[in-house]
């Protein structure tokens, strides 16, 4: 029932994800993130968010994204109807997509990215995702909303949107966990979203703050 993206920036090493979809809250049920382990968008049919949590524990124990996303679905009986995505540190991604979720259901796994969703409205939906984002340049949240957008257009999720989400993490900067989490026009609100929070002094005041490389901040 949503459509999820998870990168690796090779300049940056920046970690990002987006996610929208036809129901609530799609930044709080799907996407995970550590900086120091990847990220993880479980969603599908009936979604799991411990799913999400588990698989970013499992690389954190040292296992890739493949291996990660193995234990964590050979696990649950009710895999069928669940859909995750998984990308580890060094740029391996992993998707599983259980047989029972809804059509129609498409993946990607390519280099420093992996996409899929569920429900969606045709199969082009997920290669426009990946083309939207490999083909943009600029703030990696600009690129996640423009494949985000792209998606749309291609028909996104067939029952319409009502909530999208992006998150960045990495070691040198805080988070950005953005989420409209209802709405009739997520995608543009989260596009005002983004641009409030690379304001002058929203973005001076995330300056000062810990990260974990300056896990102190400023003093």
């Known amino acids: 029932m949503t459509f999820s993206i998870l990168v690796r920036d090779p300049e940056t090493g920046f970690l990002g994800a987006a996610a929208a979809t036809g129901n609530l ?84 796994i390519a280099s420093n990215c992996v996409v899929a969703g569920n429900m969606l ?24 909303l423009n494949a985000l957008k792209q998606a749309a257009d291609a028909g996104g999720d067939a029952r ?9 993490v990495s070691d040198v900067t805080p988070p950005v966990d953005l989420r409209v989490d209802y709405s009739k026009t997520p995608l543009t609100d989260l596009s005002l979203l983004i641009q409030r929070a690379k304001g002058e002094k929203y973005t001076l005041w995330r300056s000062t703050l810990p990260t974990r490389k300056n896990p102190l901040g400023e003093i």
């Open 121 to 144: 409205a045709n199969r082009s939906v997920i290669n426009a995702c990946h083309f939207g984002f490999a083909s943009s340049h600029g703030p990696l949240e600009s690129r996640l």
């Open 25 to 108: 809250c799609v930044g709080g049920w799907v996407l995970r993130g550590d900086a120091r382990v990847g990220l993880s968008a479980s969603q599908g049919h009936m979604p799991s968010t411990l799913w999400g949590e588990d698989v970013l524990v499992a690389m954190g124990q040292g296992l890739n994204a493949k291996s990660a996303v193995a234990k964590v679905v050979n696990a649950d009986s009710g895999r069928g109807k669940r859909q995750l995505l998984a990308l580890d540190r060094d740029s391996d991604g992993a998707i599983f997509s259980g047989d029972a979720n809804l059509p129609v259901v498409s993946e990607i």
């Open 160 to 168: 319409g949107l009502q909530s999208a989400a992006i998150l960045v």
